[in-house]
């Protein structure tokens, strides 16, 4: 068993100008030391087919990956500070800035004193944050940050039932398409399970998962500590705020709401989707879309971890200000600590293995988030998605590490 | 949804009932006979799929030429949205007349159904008749199928939607 508080804890800051890329890195002495990773227009092209073949549900799919291999094995490696191998820490904060948001850092081979030639996220716990003042504002409203460090062990042995967070959980989706529908449930029944069933607030097959009923249970109190949606995302390329989730629509028409206004009267609001869906999808139900828009002006969590399962729903656009837009990020800014997202297309047997392991060490060993998804990755990449990084490196982890 | 596309990920695929078929699963299963046919092709080839739709008519056009056969069909396989549908179930029927290759797609085809991952359903008809008309051999797996006769026949079948 080992102790939270013992955790060497780095960070990776990376800046990209118009004409090189730099890192930052912070050694969990506190010591800091520059570097230089490359010539930007060298490595421009390299990020840009490189995100193309992330975004080839075919190449994913057959995992014909040749450009994330290179990207592992030989180029990627210009990413990391040369005092990582002798330093290596526990858990390690990326900030990545510009073209380097959505790069797999945590699948770039590198080796230490005692391994070889591992995959950085095998050797740490690794979490993203898109900015140094979200993730700030991420630790800051983490309910696990509120248990004593020094009594936290974690490890092989299951914690004690005193020390044992008590979480609650609301694991639902919807495969709309109904091409994976039994997958989708068993998933999200996966989930609850490993919380226990009594703690679960809000299972799948509950109520039709729409837009209202996500809504109405997110507003419940006592507010669930993990949240697990699992639908499919639909990304728009041209109005971000319009991408989302694709859920059904409610079998009860409309809903009205009471606003409360000035003087003790109220408004009636009628609670319509922002957006019609996306003609291109046909859909097996009548479906809406639950836009990133309307999650930030009508929804507010408390989540310790939000695992969202669906498409690509960690990859976005970077919009204006360096803000990356997707689905994940949208979660942390409306309330959660931590969000856990592919980072492309997933297969659905990956995403499962890994739900598994994850919450198996999350939850029985008690480990913090970045370490049970080392844990999941160290799992994943010995046994049948061996030789897979596409597989075995799909989730990631953003926000808080604990 | 359809029989034939149920449960993409653990039922066999029924070649004789491809217009059963969803949009949305055909058109992945033209996307999966590009994926295994491009790997014939040669390598720095510009992808089909990318292709606009003038260069693709010009190039389609070319290859309807070469072979004595009418050039006009080549727009309005491109421009035609309607055709798309009609046109893919043709080359993918000629397709599945080579067990070896059928097999290599059907294979693609079941490893893309168990991605999380929504399609536009837009069947890339063209693209692959691009393909079809200009590979002479296609690799599947370790067997190699002349692709000439199968081509041949292929194109039969498109024209009988496009005279």
């Known amino acids: 068993m080992a102790l939270i508080s013992d955790l ?67 180029w990627g490696s210009s990413f990391l500070p040369p005092a990582l191998a002798t330093d290596m820490p526990d858990v390690l904060v990326i900030v990545p800035h510009a073209l380097t948001h959505d790069l797999p850092i945590h699948l770039i081979r590198t080796s230490t004193p005692a391994v070889e030639d591992r995959p950085l996220g095998v050797l740490a716990g690794i979490t993203y944050a898109s900015s140094r003042s979200l993730f700030i504002r991420t630790v800051e409203r983490n309910e696990a940050r509120q248990r004593d460090l020094k009594q936290w062990h974690y490890g092989e042995q299951r914690p004690r039932p005193d020390q044992a967070p008590l979480r609650s959980v609301m694991s639902g989706g919807v495969d709309v398409l109904g091409d994976l529908d039994s997958e989708f449930t068993e998933t999200c029944r996966l989930v609850t399970e490993q919380f226990g069933g009594e703690r679960t607030l809000f299972a799948v097959g509950s109520f039709p998962y729409s837009r209202t009923t996500v809504k109405a249970a997110l507003r419940r109190k006592p507010t669930p500590s993990v949240l697990c949606v699992m639908a499919h995302g639909w990304v728009d390329n041209n109005n971000h705020r319009m991408s989302g989730l694709l859920v059904e629509r409610d079998s009860v028409g409309v809903t009205k709401r009471p606003i409360p206004l000035h003087g003790g009267r109220y408004f009636d609001f009628r609670d319509l989707p922002l957006r019609r869906p996306p003609h291109q999808i046909k859909a097996i139900k009548e479906i809406e879309v639950f836009t990133t828009a309307e999650l930030e002006v009508d929804a507010q969590i408390a989540c310790e971890l939000v695992m969202l399962l669906g498409c690509s729903a960690g990859w976005g656009r970077v919009l204006q200000g360096d803000e990356p837009a997707s689905l994940a990020e949208t979660w942390l800014k409306i309330g959660a600590a931590s969000v856990v997202a592919p980072l492309w297309d997933a297969p659905i047997a990956a995403v499962r293995a890994w739900t598994t392991e994850f919450l198996h060490a999350w939850t029985q060993h008690d480990m913090p988030k970045a370490l049970a998804l080392r844990y999941a990755m160290q799992k994943m990449s010995e046994g049948s998605f061996q030789n897979a990084p596409e597989r075995f490196g799909v989730m990631t982890l953003r926000g808080d590490w604990l | ?83 798309a549908r009609p046109v893919a179930v043709a080359l993918l029927s000629a397709i599945a007349t080579e067990p070896a290759l059928a097999q290599e797609v059907e294979r693609v085809w079941r490893e893309r159904g168990g991605l999380l991952v929504v399609g536009t359903g837009v069947i890339l008809a063209s693209a692959l008749l691009f393909l079809v008309l200009k590979l002479k051999k296609v690799k599947a797996g370790s067997v190699v199928v002349v692709f000439d006769k199968l081509s041949t026949g292929a194109l039969g079948s498109v024209f009988k939607f496009l005279s």
């Open chain 1, 8 to 74: 060497k804890i780095s960070a990776l800051e990376f800046a990209v100008a118009s004409s090189e890329l730099a890192g930052m890195w912070t050694a969990p002495s506190g010591a800091r030391e520059h570097f230089r990773i490359g010539a930007t227009r060298d490595l421009l092209p390299r990020v840009d087919a490189l995100r193309s073949e992330l975004r080839d549900p075919m190449a994913i799919s057959t995992g014909e990956t040749p450009r994330l291999r290179e990207f592992a094995a030989d």
């Open chain 2, 1 to 83: 949804m359809s029989e034939a596309g149920k449960s993409a990920n653990d039922k066999k695929l029924d070649w004789s009932k491809l217009n059963e078929l969803s949009d949305q699963q055909l058109a992945a299963l033209v996307e999966s006979a590009i994926f295994v046919l491009k790997q014939s092709d040669a390598p720095g080839a510009p992808s089909p799929t990318e292709m606009p739709a003038g260069p693709m008519t010009k190039a389609l056009e070319q290859l309807l030429r070469e072979r004595g056969a009418d050039t006009s069909a080549a727009g309005r396989v491109v421009k035609h949205r309607e055709l």
